[in-house]
């Protein structure tokens, strides 16, 4: 039986990103993802902003609400998006609760900005018996999970070093990547401040830090979003060098060869083999996982507690 859906916030990631891109290539939004996946089908949107709500009904044909209230009075869901600003992700969750019981809740990152919000949003949905996952949609790529079943394997061998760089704050756009990372070289075992940095918007903390996690070492690097986003990852281990370029469309692995010019030396590869990613279905692959994970099937999503673990680490961090 397909699965009901009601989207909270209309804004890029809810429907925005894809809204005029060709739909057979790109799957970057929560409306156009569920609305493809043939196991689910959007009930409805809130969202206060009317030009938005009028092109969400002419593109999906589903209603729109200005409140979350008067929308719950009407529908039941079996999955709730939250995508409204992150200020204003445990009001709505708390909300969402109050009045109905969804199969899963999917939350934007971070879970919030306050850790103990976060928690209480965690505690909330195991207390409700609610599913709650959080939109770290690189989790999903089946390159990602490539990389990760590489490491798991000791084909890329342990310990590793790498580099990560981000920018537009640390806990906004930076927990994307040292997600990741948690989730490809386990948790954080302890980190070293080398640069305060800015605060981005006046809010969130850029700095430069060195982070232990269980299977090896990162430096993150905060970069000048207001001249250029740059999101990549370096990671380096004997076995050789994985590069995730361009937010995850290109991620690369070099092996280690002989070195042609000066026997008894080794070199990395001239050639790197691309792993395959699919980050311009970035959504699709996350209500994928999401619908395996309904059906009682194993699934790659961050969940609400890991995305916990997360904030909290970070936290540790910026203060």
């Not at 990103?17 to 809130?46: E, G, K, M, N, W």
């Not at 902003?49 to 869901?77: M, N």
């Not at 080398?194 to 070492?217: H, I, M, N, S, T």
């Not at 619908?291 to 673990?309: F, H, P, R, V």
């Amino acid at each position: 039986m397909r699965k009901s859906v009601l989207i909270v916030g209309l804004g890029q990631i809810g429907m925005g990103y894809d809204l005029h891109l060709d739909s057979t290539q790109y799957i970057y939004s929560h409306a156009r993802a569920f609305d493809l996946h043939p196991d689910f089908y959007l009930l409805a949107a809130v969202e206060p902003d009317e030009q938005k709500q009028e092109d969400f009904y002419r593109t999906y044909k589903a209603p729109t609400y200005s409140d979350l209230d008067v929308a719950l009075s009407q529908h039941q869901p079996d999955v709730v998006v939250i995508a409204v600003s992150t200020q204003l992700h445990a009001e709505t969750l708390y909300n969402v609760l109050d009045k109905c019981k969804p199969k899963a809740v999917l939350c934007e990152k971070p879970l919030a900005y306050d850790f103990d919000d976060a928690r209480n949003m965690v505690q909330l949905c195991q207390a409700k018996g609610v599913g709650l996952y959080v939109n770290y949609m690189r989790r999903s790529d089946p390159g990602v999970i490539n990389v990760k079943k590489l490491i798991d394997s000791g084909e890329y061998q342990i310990p590793i070093k790498g580099v990560a760089w981000y920018s537009k704050g640390f806990i906004h756009n930076g927990s994307h990547f040292f997600n990741l990372i948690e989730y490809w070289l386990g948790p954080m075992k302890g980190f070293s401040l080398l640069e305060e940095g800015r605060l981005w918007d006046g809010v969130d903390p850029e700095p430069d830090v060195r982070v232990e996690f269980a299977k090896g070492v990162v430096i993150f690097l905060a970069a000048w979003e207001e001249a250029f986003s740059h999101y990549t990852i370096e990671l380096l281990s004997q076995s050789g060098r994985i590069r995730y370029e361009q937010q995850g469309g290109l991620i690369q692995w070099q092996s280690v060869m002989d070195d042609p010019a000066y026997k008894g030396h080794n070199v990395l590869a001239s050639r790197s083999e691309e792993i395959s990613s699919d980050m311009a279905r970035s959504q699709w692959n996350v209500v994928n996982q999401l619908n395996q994970i309904i059906e009682g099937k194993d699934g790659y999503l961050c969940t609400g507690s890991e995305a916990l673990n997360t904030l909290e680490s970070m936290s540790l961090i910026i203060k």
